[in-house]
């Protein structure tokens, strides 16, 4: 089955302490994206790549890290978590050469930070 | 700026017609989205319009209009099911740069 996953689907934490959240897709998509999604904001990219060992900025970056070492995962990365970044999470992934090239969403993360 | 306009929130009833607008001012345009958000879900893609004109797709249409930086989302037929929220969203450019409106949350009552 094509989908997007990502890992965890919940995840509670306290400021400072770094961590990832993982994202793979099996639809061999060149394009991968972030996304936070707030109440009355809508979802806001904050980065893509669009091959391996290329990513750019999207409109929110700050404080967030990205890498695409493999074409099938693209891991964000928080280094030091602060309570503005409670949000819900989506990766997404699309490809150029398939009809509108329309972005597939993972399931999403929701992250608390305390 | 870059903004993309739609309504917060909209009521409608079973089997009726329900038309969501979407207004758009970006410095590129290659094509307007609207994706289908259930509560707590990851969005799901359900049109695509980058000419000019009405995409009709089953119950669902969308029409564009790229002079006016207009578009909108026509359901018909609603079902309890059509309730999400339905989000705008414009392909700025390059084909990975997406910008979102904030969404219609629709509601629909028997």
């Known amino acids: 089955e094509a989908q997007v996953t990502q890992n965890p689907r919940y995840l509670i934490t306290v400021t400072g302490k770094k961590l990832t959240v993982t994202c793979s897709q099996n639809?061999?998509?060149?394009?991968m994206s972030w996304y936070r999604q707030d109440p009355g904001l809508g979802l806001r990219q904050i980065y893509y790549?669009?091959?391996?060992?290329?990513?750019d900025k999207g409109d929110v970056p700050e404080g967030y890290k990205v890498s695409r070492k493999e074409k099938r995962n693209f891991p964000l990365i928080l280094e030091s978590p602060s309570p503005n970044q409670t949000s819900l999470y989506f990766c997404?992934?699309?490809?150029?050469?398939?009809?509108?090239?329309?972005?597939?969403f993972g399931p999403g993360t929701r992250l608390t930070v305390t | 700026g870059q903004n993309i306009d739609q309504p917060t929130e909209m009521t409608a009833t079973e089997g009726a017609i329900v038309q969501i607008n979407c207004t758009y001012q970006?410095?590129?345009?290659?094509?307007l989205f609207w994706y289908q958000q259930h509560a707590g879900e990851a969005p799901t893609f359900l049109s695509y319009?980058?000419?000019?004109g009405l995409e009709e797709k089953g119950r669902f249409s969308s029409f564009l209009s790229r002079s006016k930086g207009y578009s909108y989302l026509l359901l018909k037929e609603l079902q309890m099911k059509d309730s999400a929220s339905y989000l705008c969203?414009?392909?700025?450019?390059?084909?990975?740069?997406?910008?979102f409106g904030a969404g219609t949350r629709l509601a629909v009552h028997p």
């Open positions: 997404a992934s699309s490809s150029p050469g398939q009809g509108a090239y329309e972005q597939y």
């Open positions: 639809m061999n998509h060149e394009y």
């Open positions: 790549s669009m091959n391996v060992e290329v990513t």
């Open positions: 970006t410095s590129g345009f290659n094509g």
């Open positions: 319009n980058v000419l000019d």
């Open positions: 969203a414009v392909r700025d450019g390059g084909y990975n740069k997406l910008i």
